[in-house]
Each structure stands twice: as structure tokens, then as C-alpha cells.
């Protein structure tokens, strides 16, 4: 039945245990998550068709998993299957592997009156990176990511329902917030919802945000508005759903190990592998977009977070499910970032101090779809998750520079 899927299964949990599902988790942010959960005792299923990640990073995840476990007596499981999350078929005969059906009798007078048979699965949580990321690319090719982004998305979930798997973390993004992210200091969830919000901000004004989006400036980002507007509507409708989405502010750096890292097959867009390219003289330039921002050295502000502390918080939103069920609160957004801002140039100057390397530079115009300044409020994730950032931008390079096998010239840098 599983011919045309690659499975790996690995032993240390029972048919009974529980699993964790996440899809997309080879890649970048997938893998150091799916690292994660295992760290923390859960049994992973990874679903990814290898589009923009590597079998290595499975191996490697195997690997690092082996040794963290080696003195244990319990090795939590990892299973993979390279598959696409929107191949139905597929995904069904994966789904229904982990499902059982739950006989309930109804009597009266000691007599069975009544059996009813629901289906309920060993999935106890998903977590979604199966989108396509790229700005640039999504201006180029609005089609291909609205049909895996939203429809996809839509796809899944109706799965996942006739399955009973309703606790969802779906991985957004800080464009969402699109030109609102200029010039209002670190940004809140409130600046961007699905229902007409009242709210006190930074500078202490009242301010009523009404349901919708403002200011999206490129495809990708309304995908991204639009599957948490399709999630909102869903856990509105249904409040068995408990769904976290988890809006990103630049996910850098990589596991302390230097096993995992950002390496995906196609050409990554984002500052740090431009950065790495330009340190290791893979790339003889690292261009930079925009050296005219209102900002302090005109190029663009943005809030780095450590791809480990991003990872964290996946586990900290499954761990804060079970309190949200019932309680009206079906569907919430957070914000996941380290409420600092950092320039293009200042990460340039954190690199070139752990590497003992200098980066050659070239800037350019500004690139269709980006804005200044962008910066998280992490309160709400604090509060309500119990989750905040621990790494530096200076953890961040030094673990890249592991990652690539370059010595840090230093242990004790300041940025």
C-alpha cells in the first residue's frame, strides 16, 4: 500500500504512543523543530517531498538523535515519508496508519441500546511548513503559491478533520503585517487580525483594528493573511480546532551541533546564506537591497531570531493547546521574534567579528516587495506561551560558522 513512498521507521515507541506531524520537516526550520520535539520526548512524524530539502538532513536528525538518546532507556521515534502534503491519497493512507476506531456503547438497563464508532488518530498535533517562502519568487509565480500555500492548505485541514487531528500550528510570517511594520517601533499581533480588535498601542493611543489586511506588499505575504484568515473562519466554525499561528521575524543561525543548518536546494533569497555565501568566497559580493532606508545607515532594520529559539516555540504553542480547548479561544496568532532590530550592516559587522573574515559588499536598489523596518513585540508569546528568546545575534553567526566548518576568531564578542 506504500509502495510509492519512501518510509523510514525507526524503533523506540509503541503502536499506542502518540505522535507529533510535522510537514515540510527537512527543511530549514522543519528539521531544527522536528530536533526539538525529539529533544523533548515526542515521537515525529516528518511528511516532506524533498522540493527544497535534502534525505542527508533526515540522517543527520538520526544521527543527532542516537547520541542525545544514547544513555537512555527510551529513544523516542522518528518516521519519515517523502510525500507531498497535498497528495490526498497519499496523505490519507499516512493518516489512516496512525488511526484507530473508538467503540462506544450506549445502554439501558444494562442492555446495549446503541454503538457508535468515531475514528481517532495516535496524531495528537501537526505542525505546517510545507509553504513556499520566497518573496521574489512569489511576484514571479503568484499561481504556484497561492495553489500550495491556500489551497493546499484548505486541502490538509479537511483531512486532518475526518481524521480528528484539531490542534494546528501553522507557521505565518511577520509580512502579514506588510507596510504597517514601517515606522511603528516593534509591532504587535493587533496590527494585524481576522475579527475588529481594540487595543492599546506602544505609544499608549487606542486603536480599533478592523478584520482584514493593509498594505501586503507581494504575493507570498497574502498567502500567508489568507491561510490565518481560512484558519480563524475554521476554528470559529469547529471549536474542537486549536490552532497557533506563528508569525516569523527572520529565522537565522542554526543547531549548536552544527549538524543542521540552512541548506536548501533552491537559491535562498534571505540575508544570512547571502552573508555565508559572501564569508566562505562561494559569492564574490554580498549584494544588499537598499542602502536608502529611513533608517540608521539606510539599509533595512529587521528582527533576527535564532532558528533554535524560533524551533522552541512550536513546542511551547503544542504545550499551551490543551488549556485553549473549550475556552473560546480556538484560534491565536504570536508573534515569534527577539524585539530587537538589527541593519543589514550590523549583521555584517556580527559576522565579519566571530568569522575574523571581512565581507565584501555591494549595495543595490531596493527590491520589489520589501519595507524598512520590521521588529516584533514578543509580549503576548511571553505571557501567554511562557516562551522568549535566550540567543545573541552573535550565538547566531557562531553557530553558521560551525555549520560551515569555519573557526570563530573568538569566543567572547560584543555586538
Known sequence: MFDDLVITSLPGSSESDEY?????????I?????WELLKDGHNVIIIDNLSNSFRSVLDRLLSLKKTYFRSTSREPSLRFYEADYRDQPTMNLVLNKYSFCER?????????????????????????????????????????????????LISFCSLLSDFGIKTFVFSSSATVYGEQANGTGRISEEYCTHETTSFIDAHGQARTTQGGCTGLTNPYGRTKWMCEAILHDLASADPEWSIFALRY??????????????????????????????????????????????????????????????????LAALATAPRCKGTGAGFQVFNLG??????????????????????????????????????????????????????????CCTDICRF????????????
Open 404 to 415: 560551515l566548518g569555519v573557526s570563530p576568531a573568538s569566543d567572547t564578542i560584543m555586538i
Open 338 to 395: 527577539s524585539g530587537m532590530g538589527y541593519s543589514v550592516l550590523d549583521v555584517v559587522a556580527a559576522m565579519e567579528a566571530v568569522s575574523g573574515r571581512r565581507l565584501p559588499v555591494q549595495l543595490l536598489g531596493r527590491r520589489e516587495g520589501d519595507v524598512a523596518v520590521c521588529i516584533a513585540e514578543p509580549t503576548k508569546a511571553a505571557t501567554e506561551l511562557g516562551w522568549r528568546t535566550e540567543k545573541s545575534l552573535e550565538d
Open 20 to 28: 507529533i506531524l510535522v510537514v515540510g520537516g527537512l527543511g530549514y
Open 249 to 314: 521575524f527572520n529565522p537565522v543561525g542554526c543547531d549548536p551541533s552544527g549538524m543542521l543548518g540552512e541548506d536548501p536546494r533552491s537559491l535562498a533569497s534571505n540575508l544570512m546564506p547571502a552573508v555565508a555565501k559572501a564569508m566562505t568566497g562561494e559569492s564574490p559580493v554580498l549584494q544588499i537591497y537598499g542602502a536608502d532606508w529611513d533608517t540608521r545607515d539606510g539599509t533595512a532594520v529587521r528582527d533576527f531570531i535564532h532558528v533554535t529559539d524560533l524551533a522552541r516555540g512550536h
Open 104 to 152: 462506544t456503547n450506549l445502554y439501558k438497563d444494562g442492555i446495549t441500546v446503541e454503538a457508535e464508532q468515531s475514528r481517532r488518530s495516535r496524531i495528537s498535533g501537526v505542525i505546517h511548513f510545507a509553504a513556499y517562502k520566497a518573496v521574489a519568487e512569489s511576484i514571479q509565480q503568484p499561481l504556484k503559491y497561492y495553489s500550495n500555500n491556500v489551497g493546499g
Open 30 to 34: 522543519g528539521s531544527h523543530t522536528s
